[in-house]
């Protein structure tokens, strides 16, 4: 009975936040599930029942696969569990189905793939100095960012609720920034490599790790000044981190190589013609830029300076995706937006190649290459901002100007994945934890950033 | 779900006539169910006037109904609680915050009025201010307060005694020539004003009144309902009482076990009005009526649970005890509302909130569950009583087991052909061995509490 006490009340705190969360995402297995959910019993459907030559050819339901091949291997590796709860899901026939067995077994894999997220969160509260806060545990650094990754708002609404897997390989992304931080620079080149042949979205951020690990891993040493040391270059460290993202490339793209599918593997990786914007508009730059379209073009036909006839019917704002021309404006191409990405990513990776700040340095980089590609990408998705929200959080609980920072871009971020949540109830239920979490959010970044104040030295 | 029922039939009603509504709650809650119908009107008058089709239910009807029952909370109970841990005496704000936190979490009430849906929070929220009002020498205020209680729900009536008793108490404290005797007067009018404001409307008829009457407190209907956690429902496996007995007797066995059970304690705080005697004699009376009383439903738990929630503070352990038995006798009618994950989720999360904010399993020493004077004298004669403690412990853990056994079994087979309430019986079975056990345990605490005291002061 003792020795249970002091497990129970020895203040594990970090246990009680991961476990509490934990119940938190099984109460929130009876809620709305968007498409995805039909998304991801399709693709277990197809890597179970069809050979891999098929995968990426299969479309007898219209959402295709179109995940790299680690994540189609992921899949099938679940559908293996599936078949002990509902073989029906698995036929590929079965269209939009979603039996209570199928709903609960595809919502338990999400909420058992986290395990690696809570990992990465502890990987990374290791990282954290905490030695400057308070006594109190609500102000410790370590305790803030752990209520902030583990319960961050935004990952409950996308994973739990619209449904998907985001979860874990967030949890790769903050274990590879942990292990960089730890100076274990090949898993962390590793656990990225393995991370992109998931979710080729993390491409958004692939140029921070890349200067950062030729800039800092593979030159050795600096010059006093900072500047780099042109002889410290070491051919081993490129050669083996070029032989891990090889390997990894090809144990992931490998097969398909073999099977002379590539292109179709890559066309469906990168639809482009899916339209500058999603159904529902991420808060982007092309946003603003289709509504001054819009408003444009209205007052052109008002002013009688644009002939009627000639102004396309269809509609940006239907909720389709489609591909569009734009009215007043000029049309935008896949290569313009990469051209406007390129630019404004160009600043940051400049500094991480010229003035690298260690760690912290590259964090900062590879947030910013998160949200140039949010402002300026082709097709964003309004979920891809958590990936400029989650790495924020980790430089939030060390200064207090990025805390103040990160209070906006949270609470924007957050915000503006409300669309994903159609139904009234689930509107309700999210609004009441968005506010609860938000406010006890903003009191514990105040009261940590209270002590920052007074702590650091100034020009830190 | 009834409760739709409930608004249209009260608006229709209520308009031109005030008579006899089939309802077997007392006039508060068809005030508040008018105000929610006044309030469903304005939003969307449909969902009044299909009275007629019962069961019909909407996503936003099904909303407003929830939401309801929410704004109730926020309003009455949780205020009601928040106020009761900051005005705890000797503890720490952590640990009030802590306290709070628990008693919020209780399962029993938040499935019952949120999944089950009932208005339970506020009848307990208004007998919660009463508890305040009268701790805190606002003896007015707090008697109106309860008597706002009785007139929501009549089965507040299992709290009346102690609060008769405690008043009573007081006034006799201050001497009934004087002071004591002007208390008296103030509250039985302020008790009977309130009561002749709720019924007024009701009294236009004597017939009506009288109907009223027999609808609140159903005598004809005999001992024991389904299966409830009560003696005679666990008797009745033995020995079929309600067949056995005549009417009226099993209505005065009742009575009688009831008040002789209750007597000990009602007297003690008469003569010993103390705010700590108060709050147990309120467990105590409420769960002699919920053992031996008539008509008594499982939801009736939830009375006794209040009042068990209120002493978390002084005996954690047993109380956080009591608490998973009372949640876990309403297991059948939870499972028939199809609330088990929720069920299982707020339980777990709830032990785990209260292991760690009050370090149960360290506090089981006889001193801390205020067993030691009665461990003491009952030393007197039988010198080796010396394994209370370790007893308790090793009865906590096979309640557990037992618990959780039950669960499974009722949740995975199926009963037996002959017996298709075996599983429910033997929930009930055991909660009442538990309910019993509970009984005499806050009976001691009682009984012996002042005894140290008394001892204490001859021996001074």
Redesign the interface.
């Known amino acids: 009975?003792?020795a249970?006490?002091?497990a129970?009340?020895g203040?594990n705190w970090f246990s009680?936040l991961a476990?509490?969360v934990t119940?938190?995402k099984?109460?929130l297995?009876?809620t709305y599930h968007s498409t995805d959910f039909e998304v991801h019993r399709n693709w277990l459907a197809i890597t179970h029942s069809l050979p891999v030559s098929q995968w990426y050819y299969e479309a007898t339901s219209e959402w295709t696969l179109d995940y790299p091949p680690f994540f189609a291997w992921f899949e099938y590796a679940l559908s293996h569990v599936a078949k002990y709860f509902d073989q029906e899901m698995l036929n590929v026939r079965n269209l939009n189905y979603s039996s209570s067995r199928t709903l609960l077994f595809q919502r338990f894999s999400v909420i058992f793939t986290d395990a690696l997220f809570v990992y990465a969160v502890h990987e990374c509260c290791k990282c954290i100095d905490g030695k400057k806060a308070g006594k109190e545990l609500t102000e410790k650094p370590k305790f803030i960012l752990s209520v902030l990754l583990l319960w961050n708002f935004g990952l409950l609404i996308v994973d739990h609720i619209h449904f998907q897997y985001n979860g874990f390989l967030f949890g790769l992304m903050l274990l590879s920034i942990a292990r960089l931080f730890q100076k274990r620079h090949m898993e962390g080149a590793f656990l990225f490599a393995v991370l992109l042949h998931f979710k080729h979205i993390y491409l958004y951020v692939a140029p921070a790790y890349g200067v950062y690990l030729l800039r800092s891993y593979c030159f050795t040493a600096n010059k006093p000044d900072g500047s780099i040391r042109w002889n410290s270059f070491s051919f081993v460290r490129v050669i083996s981190l070029g032989l891990i993202v090889f390997l990894v490339s090809a144990l992931s793209l490998g097969p398909f190589l073999a099977l002379n599918q590539l292109p179709q593997v890559l066309s469906r990786l990168f639809p482009f013609k899916r339209g500058l914007c999603h159904a529902y508009w991420a808060p982007n730059f092309w946003a603003l830029y289709n509504a001054l379209d819009k408003v444009l073009s209205i007052i052109g036909l008002e002013l009688k300076l644009l002939d009627p006839n000639k102004i396309p019917k269809a509609s940006m704002t239907s909720g389709l995706v489609q591909q569009f021309q734009h009215t007043v404006l000029p049309s935008v191409t896949p290569l313009a937006t990469l051209i406007c990405t390129l630019i404004a990513i160009l600043p940051s990776v400049f500094c991480l190649w010229f003035k690298p700040q260690g760690p912290r340095g590259f964090l900062r980089c590879l947030i910013l290459c998160a949200l140039s590609s949010f402002l300026f990408g082709w097709h964003v998705h309004e979920k891809a901002i958590l990936l400029a929200v989650l790495p924020m959080s980790l430089l939030s609980v060390g200064k207090a100007g990025d805390a103040s920072i990160f209070l906006i871009l949270t609470t924007t971020g957050h915000y503006s994945l409300f669309p994903l949540l159609f139904?009234?109830?689930e509107k309700?239920n999210l609004f009441l934890i968005g506010w609860k979490l938000s406010t006890s959010l903003a009191w514990g970044l105040w009261k940590s950033s209270v002590n920052l104040y007074s702590l650091s030295p100034p020009g830190s | 779900m009834e409760c739709c029922f409930f608004f249209s039939r009260y608006f229709n009603s209520s308009d031109n006539n005030l008579q006899y509504w089939g309802l077997d709650y007392p006039p508060l809650t068809a005030y508040h169910s008018l105000l929610c119908a006044y309030v469903a009107k304005f939003i969307n008058p449909d969902w009044i006037a299909l009275h007629t089709s019962r069961g019909y239910e909407s996503?936003?009807h099904?909303?407003f109904m929830?939401?309801t029952v929410l704004i109730a909370d926020l309003l009455i109970y949780i205020p009601a609680v928040v106020l009761y841990c900051c005005c705890l005496k000797e503890i720490s704000t952590k640990k009030k915050v802590a306290n709070a936190l628990c008693i919020l979490l209780y399962p029993g009430l938040i499935l019952i009025d949120y999944g089950h849906f009932q208005y339970n929070s506020v009848s307990l929220g208004f007998a919660l201010w009463g508890v305040l009002g009268v701790s805190c020498d606002w003896d007015l205020l707090g008697s109106l307060a309860f008597c706002l209680a009785i007139n929501y729900k009549q089965m507040e009536l299992y709290h009346s005694l102690p609060f008769f008793c405690f008043l009573l108490g007081k006034c006799f404290k201050k001497g009934l020539k004087g002071k004591g005797f002007v208390l008296l007067i103030k509250l039985a009018c302020t008790v009977v004003a309130s009561f002749i404001l709720c019924w007024l409307p009701f009294c236009t008829e004597r017939e009506q009144t009288l109907q009223v009457l027999r609808r609140l407190f159903p005598v004809d209907r005999g001992l024991f309902e389904d299966k409830v956690a009560n003696i005679w429902c666990s008797f009745s496996i033995f020995l079929k009482i309600k067949e056995i007995l005549p009417h009226h007797f099993q209505i005065i066995i009742s009575f009688c076990f009831t008040f002789l059970s209750l007597l000990p304690a009602c007297v003690k705080l008469t003569l010993q009005p103390s705010s700590k005697g108060f709050r147990f004699t309120l467990v105590s009376c409420a769960l002699s009526f919920f053992l031996f009383s008539f008509q008594v439903h499982e939801k009736s738990i939830l009375l006794v649970s209040l009042p068990v929630c209120l002493v978390l503070s002084e005996i954690p352990f047993m109380s956080t005890w009591f608490l998973l038995v009372s949640t876990f006798s309403m297991l059948p009618l939870l499972l028939k509302d199809e609330l088990l994950?929720?069920l299982?989720?707020t339980t777990?999360?709830f032990f785990?909130a209260c292991?760690?904010s009050f370090?149960?399993?360290?506090k089981?020493s006889e001193e801390e569950l205020q067993l030691k004077s009665f461990s003491l004298s009952v030393r007197k004669y039988l010198p080796c009583f010396t394994f209370l403690s370790r007893i308790i412990?090793y009865l906590f853990l096979i309640s557990v087991i037992t618990m959780v056994l039950l669960t499974l079994i009722t949740v995975t087979l199926d009963p037996p052909q002959k017996l298709p309430d075996l599983f429910s019986v033997l929930v009930c079975f055991v909660s009442c061995l538990h309910f019993l056990f509970f009984l005499v345990y806050f009976n001691i605490i009682i009984m012996w509490d002042s005894k140290s005291g008394r001892n204490q002061k001859k021996i001074n």
Not at chain 2, 359 to 362: A, G, M, W, Y
């Open positions: 009975m003792a249970l006490g002091i129970m009340g203040g009680a476990l509490g119940l938190l099984c109460l297995i009876p139904t009234a109830p309700k | 996503q936003a099904k909303l929830r939401t994950m929720p299982v989720v777990i999360a785990i292991a760690t370090s149960i399993f360290e089981t412990q």
